[in-house]
Structure formats: C-alpha cells, structure tokens
C-alpha cells in the first residue's frame, strides 16, 4: 500500500504532473499496477485522471507589498495582495506561497507560510531575515514593493490527517520564534472545529508575540516558556502531563519536535504529535528532488512538499545534532 498521502488528494491540483509521469504520491494504479491500493479514501485520483484530464496548475503570479515592518533588520512582516483565486485557496492549515522579489528569478523563491488570510484580496507573512534569499526580499522591498508568488501549497504541517478529523479536543501548540507564522490559521481551523487551543510560546531572538492575542480571543491559554532551558522543558513536562491534551502541534526546529515526541512517549502519554514541515523545498510540486527526505526506519523515503506521512514515521535529519 502507498503508505502517504498526498495534501493535493481530492483537490483542484489533482491529479498533477506527478500522475502525468506515473508518479502519483497516492494512487498504485496510475503508478502501473493492477492493484487498487492506496491511503487515501477520498475522490478516486485515477478516476478523476481520466474524467477530468485538464489538470489546475500553479503559475508564478504577480503580487504587490501593500506594506511591510521591518523588526530589527531581522524580522518581516508583510501585508501583500495576490490575485484572488490565490488568496481563495489560501485559508487551509499549512498553507504556505513561494515568495520572491519581482526583480529575481526563482532561484530567490522562499516558501512562506500564510501567516494570515485579510480582507482585500490580502495576505499576511512573518519572515525571519536570514540568508541570500530572505536578505535580498528585505533589500529589494526598499526599492520595490512588486513580488511574484507561486502557490498556493498546502503541505506546511506533518500530521494533517489528523487536523482534519480532530473534533471538541484540547489542543497544545508548543511555539518557537518564527514557527508563530504557521499558528494562526491553524487555531482558527481547529477552533471553528470545537477544539479548544493552549499555546506554549517562546519568542526567541524576536522577543514579541504575534499570536497569543488571537489565541486568548479564541478562548485559550497562552504561557510563555524557555522553552530551551532547563525550567522551560520542566514547565512544558508539567502542562502536558496535567492539560489532558489529545495533541500537540510543534511548531519550531526538527530538534523541538524530536525532543517533544521523546517527551510525550517518557510521560507515557497518548498524545498525536503533529509538526511543522521544515523540509528544503525549491519546485513544491514533487518533482525537483530538494525535499526528498528518508523515512526514520530508513526503508523508505518519500517528496515531502506533497507528501503527507504520519510524523512519527519520519527520519529528522538535525534530531540527531541535537538530543
Ligand atoms: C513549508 C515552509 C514554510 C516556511 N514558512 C516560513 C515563514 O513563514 N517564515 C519564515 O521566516 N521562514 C519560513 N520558512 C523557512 C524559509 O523558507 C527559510 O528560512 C528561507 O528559505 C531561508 O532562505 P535564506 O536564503 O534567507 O537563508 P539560508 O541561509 O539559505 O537558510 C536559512 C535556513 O533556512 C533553511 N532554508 C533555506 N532555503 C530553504 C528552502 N528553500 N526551503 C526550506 N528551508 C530553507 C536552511 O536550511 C536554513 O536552516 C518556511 C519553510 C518551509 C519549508
Ligand atoms: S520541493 Fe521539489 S520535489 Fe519537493
């Protein structure tokens, strides 16, 4: 059985170049086989193949930086205009646009999550300021406010299966620095599903909290952690073990959802842990090879701009560097 599912299944992007190629993430039967047996139990990809062969594709699309604060030279936040169908299909949890200033080719593409879906055709980004790519949207933003986009995408957090069924539970988000820009439009999922969220947040080298606000708005609890020190880790042990929480979305570094898996599983807990996607990306669309990334049993290894696996059943790469 094709053991992932692709976050495009079942949407206006499937089937995509990867069916075309016999490629597809899901389906064994476009992939050549006389068996039927995939994953996914939603609109049949093989079916839709054939009866709707025009296949949605994403295009580089001009887009505009309505405005934007610069915070310390370090951090970004942009109020961008896109063209509509864009910002429609931008709403999802783990929605994320690659982004670039209209200057440069896409050797300068970013992948960005949606931070925030606003009125006006708007969207909102938080970006941390740190190498080639993020420096030069910072410079060239002085200059000229036109970007291009590329999306939208939707594989920004592992684990979405269980978002979507995840109905009237509690739910702990543990947030680190710029992770904050994949909370809000999760919360606001998971809220108007029932669920009550609590977040554990540490602001690192910003300093400044984006999205404890709209989380006390929604009805949670909002507690700021270190959450690299040795109190932090004691104080995030204790609201796990007595916040009865049914998951725990990481949004941070691969070491923070390692460490936090190893904690769920030393407090014994039966807790669903899902992340956020930190894999390089580069095409988005399955095909380029830059977020190839192996399995944790090393048997198998799977495209992790599409492909959606279970994060327990993936290799963390910068775990290892940090215990
Ligand atoms: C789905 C997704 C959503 C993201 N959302 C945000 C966000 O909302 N805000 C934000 O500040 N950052 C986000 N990032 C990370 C952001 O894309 C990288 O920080 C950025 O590409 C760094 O590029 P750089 O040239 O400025 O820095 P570099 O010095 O080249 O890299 C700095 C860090 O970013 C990582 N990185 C570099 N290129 C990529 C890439 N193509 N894909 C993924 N990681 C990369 C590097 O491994 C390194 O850890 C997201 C990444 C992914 C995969
Ligand atoms: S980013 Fe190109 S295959 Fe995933």
Redesign the pocket.
Known sequence: MSSYVCVDSGSEYCPCVLAEVGECINCTRINGSDVCDCAWGGICAMEHARYHPDRMDRVDSPASTLSWINMEDR??YLDVRVDYPIWAGSHLP?S?LFVRPESHDSK????????RTLTGSRLA?????????????KDRLILDPNLIVHGP?H??ILGITHIRKTRFQRILLVVYG?GQ??VPLLASYLTARGNSVDAAIDTADLGRDLIGEDLVQRGGHVWYLALRTEKGKAQLERLLKEGNYSMVYSAG?DGQHYRLELMLKQLALDTVLCV???????CGEGVCG??FTMTRDGKGSFR??KANPDPETVFMKTSLLCP
Do not use: D, Q
């Not at 980004?125 to 790519?133: M, R």
């Not at 956020?276 to 580069?282: G, I, P």
């Open positions: 951090y970004l783990g994320f300068f593409n970013i992948p960005l999550c949606v931070f980004f938080f970006v941390k300021v740190e190498g080639p790519k993020t420096k030069t949207l995408h594989n920004g710029v820009a994949s570094p956020s996607n930190n894999a390089l990306m580069s830059a977020c992790a701009c």
